[in-house]
Structure formats: C-alpha cells, structure tokens
C-alpha cells in the first residue's frame, strides 16, 4: 500500500464520522470524480486501513446495559496462557474490547453486561478456570461516557 495522501486522509476522516455517507457526497466533499473516489475507498478496504462498517449503539438504550472497565493481571507471562486467555475473550460477547497492556496489569477489557450480577457471575466463571491464569480482576463500572469513541485522528 502506497503512502496515504491528503485525500486518503479526508476519506477516512468523513468515513469515521459518517460511514452511511453515499459515495456521491463523498466524491464532492473530497473533490473527486464519484469513480475515482470509490477506487480509493476500495484501495483503503483491500490495504485493510478500513476494515469494516458499523452502526454505533448507546448501550445504555439497548436493554440498559451496564458497560465496565476491567484490568485482568495474569499470574505468568507465557505465550500460551496469553492465548488462551485472548481466545476466551475474543469469543465472549460481553467483551466489546479488549488491549493488551503494558503497566500495573496485563490486559484492559470494556464489558456491557446486564448487571453487576450478571458481570459477577461472568468474572467468577473466568478466574474459577485455572486454564486462563487469572491473578487478579480490577473493574471500574463507567458512571458517565464523556468523549465516547467516535474514529482515529487522522492527520
């Protein structure tokens, strides 16, 4: 993939803010021919910068969800407690994202769980599996979303 251009950055831009954007007025705000800018927009998905399309929820106005911020430490460092624990969360529905970190813990999770009830019972059944390695389990319910995630700064 070639350098991205001035153009490739306000497409990823626009698109970031307004994936629905039609490639019309797309192709005007960029000021492209509609052809050349859907080459580019098809450039940017084949390279895999853009990877994918998605509706963006509140979670609290679907079914009130309760979303939680988790720090996980794992009690030893090998590559495959490492994935195993990443494969767990990768097929947990819960976890709507999940880094791995460097600092006082090694990965940092964003659960939306039904209730603490229900996030209890779900970090119970995970440190309870002596196949993930879990030490300790840290969470920090959100009170308030003050800046929700909205795209990457593209400069």
Known sequence: MKELDRIDRQILA???????????ALSERVALSPRACLERVRRLERSGII????????PRRVGGLLTIVVEVSLREQSAATHARFEARMR????????F????????????A???LDHYRELTNAWTDDPTLGI????????????????GYPVR
């Open 91 to 98: 097929a947990c529905d819960e976890v709507v994202e999940c």
């Open 113 to 115: 769980c039904e209730s």
């Open 135 to 150: 030490e300790r389990i840290s969470s920090k319910p959100e009170l308030q979303t003050v800046k929700p995630f909205r």
């Open 14 to 24: 626009i698109l970031q803010a307004d994936g629905r954007i039609t490639n019309q």
């Open 51 to 58: 990877t994918g399309y998605m509706a963006v929820v509140d």
């Open 100 to 111: 791995l970190v460097s600092g006082n813990c090694d990965y940092v999770l964003r659960l």
